[in-house]
């Protein structure tokens, strides 16, 4: 299994600044992901962190807005910059355990982002 | 592009009785997770399905992978208050390693 924390747990943010999250797992896991979360809706893929290389975003997603670290296995951080209201959200960091081809994917507790 | 369809968006149930939410996608799929998640919580991995036709059970659970890989389902017994919570299908293709989430069930069970 994998624990995995987040911090912030959450933060009211003015629009125009930029809040960094950082995840930190227990393990070291090779794949590791930042999802979007709105309320009451389903998970979408930002990005996958690559460990010591430029992550991969998903459509829609784009660096400038969202860069990403990873300068170990253990740890990464997900920047969201210049922030907009439409930027309120919940943002997850999920890690899947290596091994196929059965997989588990865990995720952390979230950072509840509210951008006024 | 790739898209995990999950219905229905909502079931209120009374307690003791069945539930079941539905996924499917338009391609095959190279396996299905379900996960749960509890209100204000974070999505819980539950199962991963692999094998054509499987079926697997957790309790009162039950989830099944279609003979063609492309739809699945997840079916509870006698719900209690407990299983409360959104449930979520997640595909994942072959060649790739990221998970398509569907939209989620979600469940509300009345004591």
């Known amino acids: 299994s994998a624990v995995i924390s987040q911090k912030p747990s959450r933060d009211i943010c003015q629009r125009g600044t930029s809040l960094t999250i950082q995840c930190q797992v227990d393990?070291?896991?090779?794949?590791m992901f930042w999802y979007r979360q709105q309320p009451g809706q389903s998970l979408t893929l930002i990005a996958t962190?690559?460990?010591?290389?430029?992550?991969?975003?998903e459509s829609g997603f784009v660096i400038d807005k969202f860069p990403i670290s990873r300068p170990n296995l253990t740890f990464s951080t997900l920047t969201v910059s210049n922030m907009s209201p439409e930027d309120s959200s919940i943002y997850l960091c999920?890690?899947?355990?290596?091994?196929?081809?059965?997989?588990?994917?865990?995720f952390g507790p979230g950072t509840r982002l509210l951008v006024l | 592009g790739q898209q995990v369809m999950q219905i229905p968006q909502y079931q209120h149930v009374q307690e003791g009785e069945d539930f079941t939410t539905y996924c499917n996608s338009s391609?095959?799929?190279?396996?299905i997770q379900w996960y749960k998640q509890r209100p204000g919580g974070h999505p819980v991995f539950l199962i991963q399905?692999?094998?054509?036709?499987e079926v697997k059970k957790q309790k009162r659970l039950t989830f099944q992978f279609g003979e063609a890989k492309k739809n699945s389902s997840l079916h509870i017994t006698a719900t209690q208050t407990t299983d409360v919570g959104t449930y979520f299908c997640?595909?994942?293709?072959?060649?790739?390693?990221?998970?398509?989430f569907g939209a989620g069930t979600r469940l509300f069970v009345k004591a």
């Open positions: 999920s890690v899947r355990t290596s091994g196929r081809p059965i997989v588990t994917q865990y």
């Open positions: 393990s070291q896991v090779t794949m």
């Open positions: 962190a690559n460990q010591g290389s430029e992550a991969t975003y």
């Open positions: 391609t095959t799929l190279s396996n």
């Open positions: 399905l692999v094998k054509s036709g």
């Open positions: 997640a595909g994942e293709y072959t060649g790739g390693f990221k998970t398509i």
